[in-house]
Each structure stands twice: as structure tokens, then as C-alpha cells.
């Protein structure tokens, strides 16, 4: 069992950038696929970024690839999503989640295929 923990939300103009972090603790982190999921208000959550355990293979939703990049620390137990170029439309809870997988180069990207996830923190990125 793994506990993430979110940091690094919060309000920025249009154009500008966000580092969030993902803090994990309680279990062995490297045994963990890691992803990022946003929710906006009305919305379903919906994948963002994901990065496999040896950290060799990254995914990327369509609307943040080129923006964003994940990243992670297997000594530290974090996950980084850095978030350049932000638009209006990035606006959204951001949650990290973690995924109990066997295959060290694999990483899913729906919610449904993460184990554990945080509380969330707050992305407002004003037009």
C-alpha cells in the first residue's frame, strides 16, 4: 500500500508554468506505475500523464503532450509533473495515483487501472 500526497497547485495567468509533486509513502514506491488525472467541474476525471516504474516510459494525453512532463525519483519515493504553457482549460483538481504493476515499462492510463490516489490539489489557470 502506498499513500500520494499532492503538492504545488495553484493560480497562474495563461502562458505560465506549474511544477506539482506527489509525495509517496507507506509502501515500496519503485513497485508502483505513477500517474497524473485531472478533474474539472463537470467533468470526468481523465489521464494526463503516466510514467512506469524504471521511469523509462511515459505517456501523455493529447491535449498536455509537448506542455507537460513527468517525471520521477525512486530514492526520493516522488513523482513531478511539470506543467509549461498553461491555458485555461488546464483548470482543474490534479490527483496523483499510483498503480501496483508487475511489467517494469508499463503504465496505464485510465482511472480505473490506479490502486491508490491523493486528495488532489487545485489548478486555476486564468485566461
Known amino acids: 500500500q502506498v499513500q500520494p500526497v499532492e503538492s504545488g497547485g495553484g493560480l497562474v495567468q495563461a502562458g505560465g508554468s506549474l511544477r506539482l509533486s506527489c509525495a509517496a509513502s507507506?509502501?515500496?514506491?519503485?513497485?508502483?506505475?505513477m500517474g497524473w488525472f485531472r478533474q474539472a467541474p463537470g467533468k470526468e476525471r481523465e489521464f494526463v500523464a503516466a510514467?512506469?516504474?524504471?521511469?523509462?516510459?511515459?505517456r501523455y494525453a493529447d491535449s498536455v503532450k509537448g506542455r507537460f512532463t513527468i517525471s520521477r525519483d525512486n530514492v526520493k519515493n516522488t513523482v513531478s509533473l511539470q506543467m509549461n504553457s498553461l491555458k485555461f482549460e488546464d483548470t482543474a483538481v490534479y490527483y496523483c495515483?499510483?498503480?501496483?504493476?508487475?511489467?517494469?515499462?508499463?503504465?496505464?492510463?485510465?482511472?480505473?487501472?490506479?490502486?491508490?490516489w491523493g486528495q488532489g490539489t487545485q489548478v486555476t489557470v486564468s485566461s
Open positions: 495515483a499510483a498503480q501496483m504493476i508487475a511489467a517494469l515499462w508499463s503504465a496505464g492510463s485510465t482511472p480505473n487501472g490506479y490502486d491508490y
Open positions: 510514467i512506469s516504474r524504471n521511469g523509462a516510459n511515459r
Open positions: 507507506g509502501g515500496t514506491f519503485s513497485g508502483f506505475a
